[in-house]
């Protein structure tokens, strides 16, 4: 998550229903574990929504990293 509110699965830029997915997929597939990195001046309320929607994808292990 940027400071800015984009966000990224790897280096690809993405919209948060289309991450969404592509989570949900992996989760489905065994991969349950995630690293949510995010700028320091992240907004916290975004952050705080990507992180549970990532929950709800399926995401079991969520680890995190911030970038100053």
Known sequence: VT????????????????????????AKSGKAAMVLRADGEVDYAKFMVVL????????QKISLAAKQ
């Open 52 to 59: 549970d929607e990532m929950k709800k994808c399926g995401v």
């Open 3 to 26: 400071k800015n509110g984009q966000l990224f699965l790897g280096t690809q830029p993405m919209e948060l229903e289309a991450l969404k997915q592509q989570v949900k997929a992996d």
